[in-house]
């Protein structure tokens, strides 16, 4: 499921970081929860999923801030690339990295561009009056969003540009919260370690840390396979991309579904040779050597002989 | 073909009835023998007013029928959007809902209401955004909050449950809510229902149905009024043919599951519907499919939803031409 959106406005935030503002002009854009993402096709098949940087309750835009990777695939400079009017795809926005509605108290840590996700929780947080503080660590004079953030948090906002001090702020920060506070983390992957080994050592349970880690968007497309259907002795073809129920339906052949997210139990197929990929929540582990949800799943070998 | 017939969600689409996690994608409209349903996500039909009037009765004897815990408080005004949103949708020439800023107003010409509430401030609605949400649908309403790998029923308003009660299970697990329904738990269905709503991502909508069966047009069978309602599953059972096909129903609940765009929670919308024999028997296929299913239901899934006592007498009335 994805959304056609248009750019609405691109503005240069910061050295190297630039926002895009993407509106629909067709009709309402769904909310989401804060730490939000989407996936935003960025040509020649790349997707990079971007954080939404907005409270995410009835949205008028969709806002996310991209780092310019010069030594990247090519994703970012495309993002960066993107003028008025274009028009750009995106997924819908996906969840996975919310705030924990029974958290006592939010305790953000970002680095540079980990900022984004944040942005959207502070927004939340302020929104519901929920107890927050934020410790941002970035490059002196990159600082997306510092100045928005001031005025939204106040003192609750603590900046650093040195990664010393940010050491001894985080350490403080961590010892000083009341029990209940979930602790959430944004930022290169070092930081990310830093945080996670410190907070472990003061004694945080892994339950209330949470980092945000990009997810794939869906199920990935996966490798093109053939079906060899041995009752009617046939070959249908599973491109990159589609599904063998989908191969299966468009080669005239059957299959019963329902969810099409390979937990009904519906589309079950059996194997009887090659060995199936499986991606499925349905089959137990000893069902999965001679069956096949044919919504998700897919192959390993080449050939996957099933019995239709 | 009665108008409640013509839109009954009749739930058997083979002889014979398992627990499964029979969730489909919303709004695809099933065809059935006497008509069609599923269009949409709620139902407003010819109960709409006298449904809503029974809830309010029920919310007044036993206003803990509705709950909510306090870090709920999104998760109730996200709800109350999206479905007023839907309402209005669904129907423009008798609903609406119009913003200005922070204040809206709701306007719903079925029951000739004009509210108008700030949005945030759970003291601008009567009984609060759920409470609220609970007086315009016929839906009971179940709030799931996601954190720690589980699903946990933290806020709903339920006035028509089928022999549970939302003041017991406020606060609890997913996989605890559903502790004692034989075979689930066995097979797996309910950790990889959990685990289904859990992937689920904003703005997705799926639904399944379920079923039971009850004596008479009585909605509220939670499990706090036992006593008013249960001795009737007794006494049916002696019942003679046309009191039996009159008085039993088939009750069955359309569930729509929900995630929120804002708040992430899972909605639960149960809808209820009933039919009594009589009425089923008006359609033929289902007589017979109904009448088989209740035969070889097998003994504990029978026990568990209460049909034990009189099963075998409706399954002969429904199969004797
Ligand atoms: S359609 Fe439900 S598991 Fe494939």
């Given at each position: 499921m994805t959304l056609d959106l248009v750019v609405g406005k691109t503005e240069e935030i910061a050295p190297g970081i630039r926002e895009l503002t993407l509106v629909r002009p067709d009709g309402r854009l769904p909310p989401y929860p804060a730490g939000a993402h989407v996936v935003v096709?960025?040509?020649?098949?790349r997707r990079n999923a971007y954080s939404l940087t907005g409270c995410g309750v009835e949205p008028d835009a969709y806002r996310i801030a991209v780092l310019h990777i010069?030594?990247?695939?090519g994703g970012s400079a495309y993002v960066h690339g993107l003028r008025v009017g274009d028009r750009v795809r995106v997924s819908r926005p996906r969840s996975a990295f919310p705030p924990v509605a029974t958290a006592r108290r939010h305790l953000l840590v970002a680095g540079g561009i980990g900022i984004t996700p944040m942005l959207a929780h502070v927004r939340a947080a302020l929104r519901w009056d929920r107890p927050v503080e934020l410790l941002y660590v970035h490059r002196p004079g990159v600082a997306p969003y510092a100045e928005e953030l001031a005025g939204l948090l106040g003192d609750r906002l603590v900046e650093s540009t040195d990664p010393d001090e940010f050491g001894r702020l985080l350490q403080a920060a961590l010892r000083e919260q009341p029990i209940g506070t979930h602790l959430y983390v944004c930022g290169p992957g070092p930081l990310m370690d830093r945080v996670l080994t410190d907070a472990a050592a003061a004694g945080w349970p892994p339950e209330r840390l949470h980092l945000e880690r990009f997810v794939p968007a869906a199920l990935d497309p996966g490798r093109e396979f053939v079906a060899r259907l041995a009752r009617s002795d046939r070959d249908v073809h599973v491109p990159s991309g589609t599904s063998l129920l989908d191969a299966l339906h468009a080669a005239g052949v059957a299959v019963p579904s329902m969810c099409?997210?390979?937990?009904?139990?519906?589309c079950r197929v059996p194997v009887l040779a090659g060995r199936p990929l499986h991606r499925d929540e349905f089959l137990a582990a000893d069902e999965r050597s001679d069956a096949v949800m044919c919504c998700v799943s897919r192959s390993e070998t080449d050939a996957l002989e099933i019995d239709l | 073909m009665t108008r409640r017939l013509a839109r009954f969600p009749f739930p058997f689409r083979a002889d014979t009835y398992r627990y499964s996690t029979n969730v489909e994608p919303a709004r695809v409209p099933v065809e059935t023998e006497a008509g069609s349903w599923?269009?949409?996500?709620l139902d407003v039909d010819d109960e709409y007013g006298p449904e809503l009037a029974e809830r309010a009765a029920v919310l007044d004897r036993d206003p803990a029928r509705l709950q909510v815990l306090s870090h709920m408080r999104p998760a109730c005004w996200d709800a109350l959007h999206t479905v007023l949103g839907e309402l209005a949708a669904q129907h423009p020439d008798r609903m609406s809902l119009e913003r200005t800023g922070p204040d809206l107003v709701w306007r719903n010409a079925l029951l000739g209401i004009e509210q108008r509430f700030t949005d945030g401030d759970d003291a601008s609605l009567p009984g609060g955004p759920l409470g609220f949400l609970g007086s315009q649908v016929q839906d009971d309403i179940v709030l799931l909050d996601q954190r720690e790998g589980s699903l946990w029923a933290d806020a709903g308003i339920v006035t028509f449950a089928a022999d549970w009660s939302m003041r017991f299970d406020v606060g609890m697990r997913f996989l605890e809510v559903h502790g004692p329904v034989p075979r689930v738990h066995e097979e797996g269905i309910i950790s990889r229902a959990e685990r289904f709503l859990m992937r689920l991502q904003p703005g997705q909508e799926y639904r399944r149905t379920n079923w039971t069966m009850s004596v008479d047009r009585r909605l509220d069978q939670s499990t706090e009024i036992y006593p008013e309602w249960g001795p009737d599953r007794r006494a049916i059972a002696d019942a003679d043919g046309d009191e039996l096909a009159r008085r039993l129903h088939l009750r069955v609940e359309v569930q729509h599951l929900v995630r929120l765009g804002h708040s992430g929670a899972v909605m639960f919308l149960i809808r209820t519907y009933l039919a009594s024999l009589a009425e089923l028997a008006t359609v033929p296929a289902w007589r017979e499919r109904f009448g088989r299913v209740l035969a070889e239901l097998p003994e504990d899934m029978a026990d568990y939803k209460g049909l034990d006592r009189f099963r075998g007498a409706a399954a002969r009335w429904l199969l004797a031409n």
């Open positions: 096709e960025c040509g020649h098949g010069p030594d990247g695939d099409r997210q390979g937990v009904c139990g519906e | 599923g269009t949409g996500i």
